[in-house]
């Protein structure tokens, strides 16, 4: 894949000065969802497949940036002194807030890129893509402009505050913290609300993680993403009333139920009692994996299911059936829906013995139930971003 890209770059860039390769992977995430804004635990991993770029320092202040998977869209052009967003420029925005993000954080960054972007991530999955191109292109701008006091962490932060600020989308650190940091046969246990962390042994020899794409178009997400995110901040200030808190995450499914009453909404209720019972869910689930017990983990996910469709409302028919389908099957551990929801993934842990059984059947019955047709990828858990 290196020397492809460089040929690659060479091609449509033309001869120059010694070009470099980096990949960022995407991630998926076990358990722990809709937690990562509301200062709560995750534990997402990071995952073969990724963003792949090459890159060049330029002489001048020029930004050139082309991407083989949006071919159509054509060159994107912008400059150090010139990096406004444009809708026209479409996927190139993400790596232009970046820069932004870099030099308004004090970065110096002197010279313009050449950057040739190649991401084998399959589109419509909601596994980091964009948050993959954020991270690798941090990592460019730190290796090539040597910004030592930059570290892996930084990079995740500016990557998330790029996607908040510049491309206006209210994303948590999830993302780019678990492409960032990611470690093979690993996940990580990640506290959103101070950003501790562990690494967790992710080693599953008898079962497969699988990810199903729904194959259900996402309609929506960002409007009905910021409608709970403000449900939840305004549950957390009428809980703030009586109970010293930051966010919902510091709360314990005990305390909650004492402290619940003051929240004057129903709905606002089911938001709320996601937030601290998925955190918790979490926290046992890392437990259960210390311990070998694959058998809890995999209970454990498909509770986080239920409340993410009945108290969180953020599933759909399509990704219900999925899972439904899923736990018909004798050899899956667990299965969830993964991601924002309305549409999009799975995710599943299934034992080898079950794998075909598993895409097969669900498969079948999931066309037949809904006329979609699912895709199903066996991911295996990868290294964060690097120099290739």
């Known amino acids: 894949m290196r020397q492809q890209l460089v040929d690659k770059f060479l091609e449509i860039y033309g001869e120059g000065d010694a070009v470099h390769v980096y990949f960022a992977p995407g991630r998926i995430n076990l358990i722990g969802e809709h937690t990562d804004y509301n200062g709560g635990h995750v534990f997402p991993c990071a995952i073969t497949v990724g963003t792949y770029a090459a890159a060049r320092r330029r002489a001048d202040t ?202 004057e909404s129903p709905v606002r209720l089911r938001r709320a009692r996601h937030a601290v019972t998925e955190n918790q869910r979490t926290i046992q689930a890392v437990e259960a994996l210390k311990r070998g017990d694959i058998e809890e983990f995999g209970q454990l996910m498909n509770a986080s299911h239920l409340s993410l469709k009945e108290d969180y409302e953020v599933s759909c028919e399509e990704l219900d059936i999925l899972v439904e389908e899923a736990w018909e099957i004798e050899g899956v551990l667990g299965s969830r829906m993964m991601g924002a929801g309305f549409g999009g993934c799975t995710v599943s842990i299934v034992r080898n013995s079950a794998v075909n059984e598993f895409i097969s059947k669900v498969g079948q019955n999931y066309e037949k139930r809904t006329g979609f047709c699912a895709e199903f990828y066996v991911v295996e858990t990868g290294n964060g971003a690097t120099v290739l």
């Not at 292109?137 to 908040?164: C, H, P, R, Y």
């Not at 246990?189 to 950003?195: C, E, Q, R």
């Open 62 to 263: 020029d930004i050139r940036l082309y991407s083989l998977n949006y071919s159509e869209t054509g060159m994107v052009k912008a400059s150090l002194g010139d990096l406004d967003y444009r809708q026209k420029d479409g996927w190139g925005n993400y790596p232009k807030g970046v820069i932004r993000t870099f030099t308004n954080k004090g970065c110096r960054i002197p010279h313009g890129l050449d950057i040739l972007y190649y991401g084998d991530i399959p589109k419509g999955l909601g596994i980091g893509s964009s948050a993959s191109i954020e991270v690798v292109t941090g990592l460019i701008l730190k290796e090539l402009e040597g910004l030592s006091d930059v570290n892996m962490v930084d990079i995740a932060l500016f990557s998330q505050l790029s996607e908040n600020e510049y491309i206006g989308a209210g994303s948590g650190i999830m993302d780019p913290f678990a492409i960032a940091m990611g470690k093979k046969d690993h996940a990580i246990f990640l506290d959103t609300s101070d950003l501790s962390y562990i690494y967790a042994p992710l080693r599953l020899p008898h079962e497969k993680i699988i990810i199903t794409n729904s194959q259900k178009a996402r309609l929506a997400v960002d409007e009905r993403y910021q409608e709970r995110r403000s449900q939840c901040r305004q549950a957390l200030e009428e809980l703030q009333r009586v109970i010293a808190i930051r966010d919902l995450g510091e709360l314990t499914a005990e305390v909650f139920e004492q402290v619940q009453e003051m929240i």
